[in-house]
């Protein structure tokens, strides 16, 4: 696969230039047009409009550098100043530029909404067609995540979304030196089996690991299977574990209430997970 055009959406508050640095070994799978995206969006309190004003000219004034600096190395760029909700913006602009992949960067909660999820990136990965990657480029540990697509981690539930997850992954294979695929088997799914149950269930799990990683192998890939009991902070572990530089997983669109109280396990992860993650719908 083509990874053409890429959406970068920046507050100026984590993902700077030096973060869209760090993807351009997407260069090697097409990447040849960039398009910035800064949305002053109203949060507490209210936009004067010099302060608007000044907020654009600020956006302007980086997006020029940037630019400059992409067009030096060849690259196409293009770029959007906007007012209103960062959600809706950014789904419109997606879908006017059809672009291969987004870019955001995880969005800070107050310690109330720890308590559920319901932040503009949970909504906006509900919602949106596209690959997502939600950079996170420098850690709050101060771990910088400069090369995202060379380890990878593949979590897979054995879903369709899953499925899509993979083949985007393959098409990374170009920018990536070993990826770690992994499946959690939770205590919900074990419930009720018993030992011999157990025992079933482990087997196919790793029948169907080695599988995979076998066709992986024939992609040219050099991957590595592991299978883990517990919950979204196995994957977490995992990653850990083995060194990872991005966690990916397939993703499906829930419901507002879902989303707000639950969210799904690539979406937690998003939130949660120093590491970047690229989800797939």
Known sequence: MEIKKLLFVTDFDELW???????????????????????????????????????????EVRFVDWAQSLYEEGMEC??????????????????????DLVVINRQKRTKMEKFYVDSKTIEFLRKTPAPVLVHKYKAESGRLNDKPFERPLFATDWSP?????????VGLKSIMKKLQVIHVVTEKAMAGLGRRGLKKME??????????????????????SHLYIGDLTQIENAARERETTLIATGTTGKSAWQARWLGSVSQRLAEVSELPNLLVP
């Open 17 to 59: 230039f030096d973060a869209l640095r760090s993807l351009m070994g997407l260069k090697k799978l097409g990447l040849d047009h960039v398009v910035l995206m800064h949305v002053i969006e109203r949060k507490i309190g209210y936009y004067t409009g010099e302060e608007k004003k000044r907020l654009r000219e600020m956006a």
């Open 78 to 99: 293009g770029s959007y100043i906007v007012e209103g909700d960062s959600v809706s913006k950014i789904l419109a602009t997606v879908e006017e530029e059809e672009v």
């Open 161 to 169: 979304a899953a499925e899509r997850a993979l083949e985007f992954l």
């Open 203 to 224: 087997r196919e799990n790793r029948r169907r690991l080695g599988e995979l990683c076998n066709s992986l192998e024939g992609e040219g890939i050099e991957a590595e």
